[in-house]
């Protein structure tokens, strides 16, 4: 099973403002098949709460900040997001919950798959029984 990590993406500066880019197989190990954002989490609220049996993710603070908690069935790991020059790659097989929402924050998430219900765990005992 790969690993999450977080990947520091290029960041030009400029300046006007900086730029930064992702490339699908270049900065991320995946083909982009889909991409989607989160915005406007009421305070306290967290989204996730699920794994995927097959889509791999990247998920990148465009604003704000929050944290991602990553369950493998062993171990939980948090990654703090807050530059939008730095992703977490999250690979298939992974419990993932985005808690702790700033004011304004903008999750930017790029996955490996369409939607596909049928990719989904959304019950954490059954996510359990498949490790």
């Not at 197989?25 to 954002?37: D, L, N, S, T």
Request: glycine share 6%; aromatic share 14%.
């Amino acid at each position: 099973m790969d690993s999450p990590r977080i990947i520091q993406l290029p960041k030009i500066p400029d300046s006007r403002g900086n730029l930064s880019v992702i490339e699908e197989c270049v900065h991320i190990p995946f083909k982009i098949m889909r991409a989607y954002w989160i915005y406007d989490v009421p305070g306290g609220e967290c989204r996730g709460g699920h794994a995927y049996k097959t889509t791999e993710e990247f998920i990148v603070a465009l604003s704000g900040s929050f944290d991602v908690v990553l369950d493998n069935g062993h171990e939980k790991q948090s990654f703090s997001l807050s530059r939008s020059y730095c992703g977490l790659y999250v690979p298939k097989g992974y419990w993932r919950q985005m808690v702790n929402f700033s004011t304004n924050s903008l999750a930017f998430v790029l996955a490996s798959t369409p939607y596909d219900e049928d990719d989904y765990i959304r019950d954490y005992s059954e996510f359990m029984r498949c490790r």
